[in-house]
């Protein structure tokens, strides 16, 4: 079984900065993909970036060059340091495992998610 847990979100005016974290149990976390999704009130769960074991990253079109995701595999933790933030950006982000370690951006190929954490950009 594999746990998740994410931590960070808050409120943040626009173009303002916050960095969510998302620890992770399991023995072969430096093999998982770790991916961050994320969710608006009445809208579908989004793809927002992804890093997979290999060291490769995806990001959605949306926040590039304004989000960074990161890992410390020793602390089995992922970041996503969020810049530049705009009110669209407001939403629940949630934290997810592949533990197959591919690069995927659909919320149905991950295998274990997080409880979420809020994230909310005033204008």
């Known amino acids: 079984q594999v746990h998740v847990v994410e931590s960070g979100g808050g409120l943040v005016q626009a173009g303002g900065s916050l960095r969510l974290s998302c620890a992770v149990s399991g023995r072969t976390y430096s093999l998982y993909t770790m991916g961050w999704f994320r969710q608006a009130p009445g809208k579908e769960r989004e793809f927002v970036c992804a890093?997979?074991?290999?060291?490769?990253?995806s990001y959605a079109d949306s926040v590039k060059g304004r989000f960074t995701i990161s890992r410390d595999n020793a602390k089995n933790t992922v970041y996503l340091q969020m810049n530049s933030l705009k009110p669209e950006d407001t939403a629940v982000y949630y934290c997810?495992?592949?533990?197959?370690?591919?690069?995927?951006?659909?919320?149905?190929?991950?295998?274990?998610w997080g409880q979420g954490t809020q994230v909310t950009v005033s204008s």
């Open positions: 997810a495992v592949e533990v197959l370690g591919r690069l995927r951006a659909r919320p149905v190929d991950y295998d274990y």
């Open positions: 890093s997979s074991g290999g060291g490769s990253t």
